[in-house]
């Protein structure tokens, strides 16, 4: 699947997915109380997978893993900090962990257990290497556009599996064609194919961007097959990423739903970063677009049986800082980015698109 980048830029660094050059820190939701029947644990750990840790975790308490909360899933390949919650009648038998992959950093009550989604974001610290003359001012550059406009919000590579055919199974598994017993392997690869349908669909939003720095809005509705006059004023819009007719749109960094009417209005707003588009992940009890937002997103809409989504198209990286060591020809980059958002994102743009690793 050939995603497309708004950047025409060739960009050549080495990135590690390694403890030592990449690192992400939770951002909670909101302060812990310090008081409460449940203990929150900030820990650290290196080569584990979160479902891993927890794993660890219930095993020295003796406990199911299902009394241990957690807000997100975490890179194996990485340096990663995240909170937990775990009931507080194991506090004084905790401070007795250890592991050689996991340390807890700080431990403080709280009222309730961490639930999925408990989290602004991330913070992520990133080290490049190989970064020699010219690529130092193209990172510059490229992490100045960033900041004003943005990136496109695809799924990550990890939702696709190692060898990025996961959604194929969960297509096969909707046509009938595989059986899969286990409820939750078969929502997992149903879901990797829900992830593959909304890249798609932003794959061909970005061309449609594309398309318009280059052509009239007459000739870019002829290129994309779409009605006529379906495209009148997205080219006067001042932002990168053009909205349509219909788009579903959503209060930024999260809010309510809402459809686009006044196209000038609505792209101030997003301009401001007060409010940003959203694609479809397909599936039940969702909002759909309408108008010529909806000709492109029923290409990549199809149904079944798990609830659907929309999910930001685009997002904002926050909190950029660049520093550049130029003995060591490292780059050091570190960023903040909304909940369910990769870094990979930030990368490819920088890059010009995805690697080729």
Do not use: C
């Not at 909170?83 to 962990?97: G, M, Q």
């Not at 598994?173 to 286990?182: A, M, N």
């Not at 960094?253 to 809402?258: H, M």
């Amino acid at each position: 699947m050939k995603l497309l980048y708004p950047l025409n830029i060739q960009n050549e660094f080495v990135f590690n997915s390694s403890p030592r050059d990449f690192t992400v820190e939770e951002i909670p939701l909101y302060e812990f109380t310090g008081e409460g029947e449940h203990l929150v644990l900030k820990v650290r750990k290196k080569e584990l997978t979160t479902w891993e840790m927890i794993d660890i975790f219930s095993g020295f308490l003796g406990i199911k893993r299902k009394e241990i909360g957690y807000a997100g899933l975490k890179d194996k390949h990485a340096m990663t900090i995240q909170s937990i919650s775990l009931p507080a009648k194991f506090e004084e038998k905790i401070t007795a962990f250890e592991h050689p992959q996991i340390k807890i950093l700080e431990m403080i009550r709280h009222n309730n257990k961490i639930r999925v989604g408990h989290l602004k974001g991330n913070r992520f610290q990133i080290r490049l290497k190989k970064v020699l003359g010219l690529q130092k001012d193209k990172l510059d550059s490229g992490l100045k556009w960033i900041k004003t406009n943005g990136v496109p919000n695809y799924f990550g590579n990890q939702r696709f599996g190692t060898d990025g055919t996961n959604w194929i199974d969960g297509k096969k598994i909707l046509e009938g064609q595989l059986k899969i017993r286990d409820r939750k392997t078969r929502e997992f690869l149903i879901g990797s194919y829900q992830s593959y349908l909304f890249n798609r669909w932003l794959s061909k939003r970005m061309e449609l961007n594309l398309l318009l720095e280059k052509f009239s809005e007459e000739e870019t509705e002829t290129l994309m097959q779409l009605p006529g006059g379906s495209l009148k004023g997205t080219r006067q819009q001042p932002q990168f990423y053009k909205l349509l007719q219909g788009d579903v749109m959503m209060h930024y960094p999260y809010g309510r739903l809402f459809e686009a009417e006044d196209l000038q209005e609505e792209a101030e707003r997003f301009a401001s970063k007060d409010i940003a588009p959203t694609g479809l992940v397909p599936g039940s009890k969702t909002k759909r677009a309408s108008g010529v937002a909806r000709v492109i997103e029923s290409q990549f809409d199809e149904e079944m049986n798990l609830y659907g989504a929309r999910r930001y198209a685009w997002i904002q990286v926050t909190d950029i800082k660049g520093k550049y060591v130029e003995e060591k020809a490292h780059y050091e980059l570190s960023f903040m980015l909304p909940k369910g958002s990769y870094a990979t994102n930030v990368l490819d743009v920088l890059r010009g698109g995805p690697s080729e690793d």
